[in-house]
Nanobody, 121 residues
Framework: QLQASGGGLVQAGGSLRLSCAVS????????AAWFRQAPGREREFVAG????????RYANSVEGRFTISRDDSNNTVILQMNSLKTEDTAVYYC????????????????WGQGTLVTVSS
């Protein structure tokens, strides 16, 4: 199971820290990723982490502003979001893949319920 939290309302330029608690498995063995979905749009890749966090990848739209990290001992994945923009408004989902990292949402089976991030101008 995946439980995302930390969303909320923030002004443009502000920061939020999302957390994802992973249960029922060993996070250290998984690739982990964050996706987001804005109203009327498809779910899109945001950030991913694999090889215990030694490898990461970001969407171009968040590169340099967002940071994905993980605490494998506590089975938690973190997304630190800085310099938020109104276009970052979306429901953010965490997910894991026990086999490999992918930036495609259809390669993931396990999803959390999502946490809403709203960035106001």
């Amino acid at each position: 199971q995946l439980q995302a939290s930390g969303g909320g309302l923030v002004q443009a330029g502000g920061s939020l820290r999302l957390s994802c608690a992973v249960s029922g498995g060993t996070l250290s063995a998984y690739a982990a990723a964050w996706f987001r979905q804005a109203p009327g749009r498809e779910r899109e890749f945001v950030a991913g982490s694999w090889w215990g966090g030694h490898s990461t990848r970001y969407a171009n739209s968040v590169e340099g502003r967002f940071t994905i990290s993980r605490d494998d001992s506590n089975n938690t994945v973190i997304l630190q979001m800085n310099s938020l923009k109104t276009e970052d408004t979306a429901v953010y989902y965490c997910t894991v893949n026990p086999t490999r990292f992918s930036s495609r949402s259809y390669d993931y089976t396990y999803w959390g319920q999502g946490t809403l991030v709203t960035v106001s101008s």
